[in-house]
């Protein structure tokens, strides 16, 4: 199966160095820009690892790989757990550089060139990368849920319905989050003391990420289930 | 003491008892379907069943949607059947799953390969599921077939890639290869190569070959074993040579009545025709029609095809015929033709 993953993560190296670059961009222009580098890099984390998912199996679906795969002497569950497992390992990586950017971006390149919102912050650098694990963290575990979402659609609906679905989802998502943060700005509405300590401790992030990988592994099953029931061609 | 000699005798039976198992799987059908059905809301796969013995080749012949490629791919796994019993090299196809698949080279009727990649990494990632692979064979296979290992798949020509699947399907060595139509869409000459691969291969008698087709000359070839399906169900399926020994052409000039025979008026000419066409019909709705898939009467002559010809049958054609009538051999396009034609017009 590690063949498998190792497959997935090759053929979209080209993607993956893109994305990896594209990241850097954003946290050194932010950086320059004087502006808090972590949410927009969080939010490129995201997408990136949708893009690595989509392009990923958009070749699958391209060349027929899957038919290729079920030719071989292998089970419906390596075909299945191994996509899933190659599209946790690149998130995590993408979290792990994420975390690294912002934490450089944030605690050295702005202090030292007295730029961005971290410029002047009382917190030593230790206590700006564990903030910035926690918002990671966070944004990490909602991730796994979008990607448990798309690839169960994809071993159940094929490519082409799961990316236009999910591409709906994410939009969606969107949305709602956007109209949630008007609505709480107009109405200048304080969340209660119980949630922003939430959101300082280390509780909050743990949740996201447990709840994320509990879906993850969810959609994992669902996916295995609904392959061993259904045709290949 | 006593617990140590029953100890003894438990593991000597167990043996017996795997090597009488391995014997009988070492001996039992490459291939054997039983039964198997599927169901879709325009198609229908009814019990279709035939067995390829090892040591030979089958060609399984169909016209276009007759149900060859599912077929195929209920063996595959890759359908999953609504009934039946399928057994591969003696094993049950979805329990023994990924066992049967390391004795069994299959190529699909599109080859389906990562396209970015060199036929050199895909033989690399290919072989790491075979314990039988046989690196310098593949290599060598390439080299005869005329395919750059270092050349990205997606640069090959659609022979090319069946050269490649094919490649792929031999070099762990397979007790049993599966194809689906892989000549079709190819020039002559790589469908030549292609058949003499196939023949190759069952040079060792361990090796059974299975190909679907809907091009009868390449069955003609290098067949031993062929199964006829048509709109899901399964016609015919028997050696070759015994099936094109029991299907034959047959003609005969319409037997007129006596005052029709050098008649010079049309009319009683006319009439006696009617007669004997009446008269042919009518046998042909009775016990002798059972043995023609098809016929026609054409002017003043009768043409059908035998699907059981036999000494019986000529006499009682002679009978009808009033004469002897001419046989002919068919081949197995035509035996394709008239199984359709004669299933359109049922």
């Known amino acids: 199966m590690l063949d498998l993953v190792w497959k997935d993560i090759i053929q979209g190296r080209r993607a993956l160095a893109f994305y990896l670059a594209v990241g850097a961009a954003i946290a050194l222009g932010l950086t320059f820009a004087m502006s808090d580098v972590g949410a927009v890099v969080a939010l490129q984390m995201t997408l990136s690892v949708y893009g690595f998912a989509v392009k990923s199996t958009y070749d699958d679906d391209k060349h027929g790989a899957l038919l290729f795969l079920k030719g071989l002497p292998l089970s419906d569950a390596a075909i299945v757990v191994s996509k899933f497992v190659s599209t946790f390992v690149v998130a995590v990586g993408f979290a792990v550089f994420s975390w690294g950017l912002c934490v450089v971006a944030e605690g050295f390149l702005g202090p030292s060139l007295r730029l961005g919102a971290a410029a002047g912050a009382p917190q030593g650098l230790s206590g700006l990368a564990w903030q910035i694990l926690l918002s990671v963290a966070a944004f990490f575990g909602a991730l796994l849920v979008v990607m448990a979402v798309y690839l169960a659609m994809f071993f159940c609906l094929g490519y082409a319905r799961a990316a236009a679905y999910n591409r709906v989802v994410m939009l969606g998502l969107f949305a709602v989050i956007m109209a949630a943060s008007a609505v709480f700005q107009r109405a200048r509405v304080q969340p209660p003391e119980w949630a922003q300590a939430l959101g300082r401790s280390w509780a909050a992030p743990l949740l996201a990420v447990c709840a994320g990988l509990a879906v993850y592994a969810a959609g994992c099953a669902a996916s295995l289930w609904w392959v061993r029931r259904r045709d290949w061609s | ?346």
Not at chain 2, 46 to 59: A, E, Q, W
Not at chain 2, 239 to 259: E, G, H, I, Q
Not at chain 2, 298 to 314: H, N, Q
Not at chain 2, 328 to 341: F, G, T, Y
Request: hydrophobic fraction near 40%; glycine fraction near 8%.
């Open chain 2, 1 to 346: 003491m006593a617990v140590t000699v029953a100890g003894t005798a438990a593991t000597v039976a167990t043996e017996a008892a795997a090597v009488k198992g391995a014997r009988e799987l070492a001996e039992a059908p490459a291939l054997m379907l039983s039964a198997v059905g599927k169901r879709y809301p325009k198609f229908e796969l009814k019990d279709v069943s035939f067995v390829l013995p090892r040591g030979y080749i089958m060609g399984f012949i169909g016209p276009n949607g007759a149900g060859k490629s599912t077929t195929i791919k209920i063996v595959m796994n890759m359908v999953r059947k609504s009934r039946g019993t399928v057994k591969v090299l003696g094993l049950d196809h979805v329990a023994f799953e990924t066992e049967v698949k390391r004795h069994v080279g299959y190529l699909g009727e599109e080859p389906h390969f990562y396209e970015e990649v060199s036929p050199a990494w895909l033989g690399g990632f290919v072989g790491k599921y075979y314990p039988t692979w046989d690196a310098g064979f593949y290599r060598a296979t390439l080299r005869r077939f005329g395919i750059e290992p270092s050349k990205p798949v997606k640069a090959l020509s659609k022979g090319m890639k069946v050269k490649l699947g094919l490649a792929l399907a031999l070099s762990h060595k397979p007790e049993l290869l599966i194809l689906d139509e892989p000549t079709s869409g190819l020039d002559p000459v790589v469908r030549h190569d292609v058949l003499a691969e196939l023949m190759s291969v069952i040079q060792d008698e361990k090796r059974s070959v299975f190909f679907s087709t809907h091009i009868t000359q390449d069955v003609e070839k290098v067949a031993d074993y062929v199964t006829f399906i048509n709109e899901g169900r399964v016609v015919i399926s028997d050696v070759k040579d015994d099936v094109l020994a029991r299907w034959k052409k047959v003609s005969f000039p319409l037997p007129l009545p006596p005052y029709a025979r050098g008649a010079s008026d049309p009319a009683r000419i006319e009439l006696g025709l009617a007669e004997a066409r009446e008269r042919v019909e009518r046998a042909m709705r009775g016990a002798l029609g059972k043995a023609f898939a098809s016929h026609k009467i054409d002017g003043l002559t009768f043409t059908g095809i035998t699907r059981a010809f036999s000494g019986d049958v000529e006499r009682e054609i002679s009978q009808l015929a009033e004469t002897r009538p001419r046989v002919i051999p068919v081949s197995l396009d035509e035996i394709l033709v008239a199984i359709v034609r004669g299933s359109e017009t049922c």
